[in-house]
């Protein structure tokens, strides 16, 4: 009796060993998932936080508010078009800052963008009442004095370190002593096109060439890609050529992008001759990385409706065809449209596969159709971050910044429309 308390005693102690061994095994792996998580969500802060405070700056733009005077001795009114625009400039430069040397002018208009005086050309051409006038404008700043006006570069450097000498910092400080500084919102970062000129670079050319190029591939995608799935998973017979096929797309979704790029080159390009650096050929070339992803997610989606669905329709007389677009496909259609937001969504932010098919060329105007040159948003950061001037730095964050703002509304319209369209069995 004693011999079996004794057994009974260490079996209890084996086994409230084991269980305490497994209680801490399974604490230790929900703190490694934990951890993970941590780790995980820090390294996310950080990438935001370091894009935000580069590029944050990129959305204010430093501008001067100049009184021009519109002479007539400058100014044909019968063609103002041939003016002496950098005459005109120079004047208001001088207006400006009171006690400027003669010789100082020339540097001295440089605080202004270059493009001064084709802004103020135009605007003169839209109200050519201004001839003879003083006309009041509010212009971007060159990039050197935009840092300056930021603290991006440091006034206190000594003079051989900066590219603004103290006499132009001088200069500058009237300005803003007269109140003829001011920091707006950047529009333009948004609605100009891109230029050589940091101060007055924008994404819209790369933004609208982004929307052609996916207007492309969701117009050939889309279509193509479910009537390939629905045709895999409901008709075609099962057999040793269904699943070579099925394999392949499966291996295609995996393939690297700049593959795509090297076959778009090779077809596209040199084969049929499609305009180089135009969104119709950057949208065939999304359409093929976007086709096997959502030919798998359309898949997914259609095993997910019930037999019942199936059964239920071919019990009241429908045909194949019929069971399939009246019943199975619209039930399958929030998470068909989920999958192809999600694979446009990743399609936008592709970079290698534009670059190859020329999409990173210089574009001063945002394209008027799919045929005509253009840029997208990733290859226009990736133009950014390789020029040497110092105000593409922060464009080049703020670029991101929009790019992971489209991303995100993307991903948002997808998750909206999985909770408002979906049926739960």
Known sequence: MTDMAATLKVQKSAAEAMRKRRYAADARLRWYGRTAITVAILLLLTLLVTISAGGYKAFIQTHATIDFPISEDLVDPADPAKGNWRAVVRNGIEAAIPGIAANE???AQQILTNN???FLRDAVLADPSVIGKT??????????????????ISR???????????????????????GRISTPFNWGLLFNADSRFPE?????????GSFYALLVCFLISFPVGIAAAV?????????????????????????????????????????????RSAPLVGGLVLSLMTLPTIIIVTRAALKSVPPSIREAAAGIGASPHQVILHHVLPLALPGILTGTIIGLAQALG??????????????TSPPGGVMEASTALPTQIFIWADSPERGFVART?????????????MNAIAIFLRQRLERRW
């Open 105 to 107: 002018l020339r540097k």
């Open 116 to 118: 001064t005086q084709f």
């Open 135 to 152: 006309f009041t404008m509010k212009v971007p700043v060159s990039d050197p004095y935009d840092q300056i006006q930021k603290g991006v």
């Open 156 to 178: 206190d450097l000594p003079e051989d370190r900066r590219r603004l000498s103290d006499r132009e910092i001088e200069w500058f400080d009237t300005l803003v002593s007269e």
């Open 200 to 208: 007055i670079a924008g994404l819209s050319g790369a933004i609208v």
């Open 231 to 275: 045709y895999l998973e409901e008709f075609a017979p099962k057999n040793r050529i269904t699943d070579v096929i099925e394999v392949n797309i499966n291996n295609l979704a995996a393939v690297p992008s700049i593959v795509f790029g090297l076959l778009g080159l090779a077809v596209f390009l040199q084969i049929f001759g499609l305009p």
């Open 350 to 363: 592709e970079t290698a596969p534009l670059l190859l098919i020329g999409m990173n060329a210089f574009i």
């Open 397 to 409: 964050s703020a670029g991101i910044m929009v790019l992971l703002g489209f991303l995100l509304v």
